[in-house]
């Protein structure tokens, strides 16, 4: 059987849609030895080495940075910037953004959320990483805000790496999702999962129902909805949440459902990040057919105004994403 691989399959779509450059190939190949480096090193982190366990420091949101959140940073941020495709790189576990030297510089920006879920890694849970890429926007060689901060609509390409049972790469460019496994006895990514389409209506949501005394009320009438008993909708759906963005995300993908991260009384504007995980997943999902809101935003619609903005998030099946959005607005 043919096997394709990620970059073969880039270098396709580029020379059907995106025109031949070939630089998004080679961002993406730069991509990919990062997920490579990352699983092995996941893959090894109980055995020997100090690399499990938390840093002592915290992220920008406050957060605990695990050991291994900084080295999948260090790792993505040393084989981006040298890539000769990028000229800025912002990370959710980086304060400022780290700009390209000129002369090493090339006409992406580069987005991360270099290691998702990393509280997980210590009992054994899948991970994950999320990557967004633009163009730059602005004249010349200095990096501005509006390359940093871009509508999530102009996004060239999105897509992350599930560190599960098998490793995967689920990308798009815009046309399309496709997905590719890593095949260990070969190092490299082979196309597995063609054309990704996510079920119109799934059964599954995924929520932090640790959060229930946070939220509105019309939040709470919206679950209640969901674990009521009537077939004819398909209710009651089943509650799967593993605290991993990625996994969560990945599976209702595959499967059909609706992932929630509302905003409550703790966090007004929900917890996740709408560079380095809303922004992408949604650029994603929409090319999967599914759909994407701050539950009554489009996420691709919105510009941030700051690298680390946060956004309520509903992201899913097209027909269950609605649903929320109509309990939100009644
Ligand atoms: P909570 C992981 O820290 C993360 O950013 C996402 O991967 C995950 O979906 C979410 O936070 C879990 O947050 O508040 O439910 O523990």
Request: glycine share 10%; net charge negative.
């Amino acid at each position: 059987m043919k096997q394709t691989t990620v970059v073969q399959h880039v270098q396709e779509q580029e020379k059907k849609f995106l025109g031949a450059t070939g630089e998004l190939a080679s961002l993406m190949n730069e991509i990919l030895a990062g997920a490579k480096i990352i699983s092995l090193e996941l893959n090894k982190a109980g055995i020997g080495g100090d690399i499990l366990g938390a840093t002592g420091t915290r992220n920008v949101h406050g957060e605990a940075v695990q050991k291994l959140d900084d080295l999948a940073n260090s790792t993505f941020l040393s084989i981006i910037s040298k890539s000769g495709t990028v000229c800025a790189i912002t990370s959710e576990e980086m304060e400022n953004p780290v700009i390209v030297p000129p002369e090493q510089a090339g006409k992406y920006i580069f987005m991360m959320d270099p290691l998702d879920g990393s509280s997980n890694i210590d009992v054994n849970v899948s991970t994950g990483t999320i990557f967004s890429i633009y163009r730059k926007k602005s004249p010349g060689d200095k990096v501005t805000d509006q390359d940093l901060l871009q509508k999530g609509a102009d996004q060239v390409a999105a897509g992350y790496v599930v560190y599960g049972s098998s490793t995967m790469l689920v990308y798009s460019s815009g046309h399309g999702v496709h997905g590719f496994t890593l095949d260990p006895s070969l190092g490299d990514f082979i196309l597995s999962h063609p054309d990704i389409r996510i079920p119109e209506q799934g059964n599954i949501y995924s929520v932090n129902e640790g959060n229930t005394e946070n939220w509105g009320d019309k939040q709470k009438k919206f679950i209640s909805y969901l674990k009521e008993k009537d077939r004819a909708s398909g209710r009651p759906y089943k509650a799967r949440y593993i605290g991993s963005f990625v996994s969560d995300f990945h599976r209702n993908l595959l499967k059909g459902g609706i992932f929630m991260y509302p905003s409550d009384a703790k966090n007004p504007s929900g917890k996740l990040r709408f560079e380095f995980e809303a922004g992408p997943m949604a650029f994603i999902v929409e090319n999967a057919g599914g759909r994407a809101s701050t539950g009554s935003e489009r996420i691709l619609d919105i510009t941030p105004t700051d690298i680390h903005q946060c956004v309520p998030l509903y992201i899913g099946s097209r027909f269950d994403v609605e649903a929320a959005e109509e309990f939100l607005r009644n």
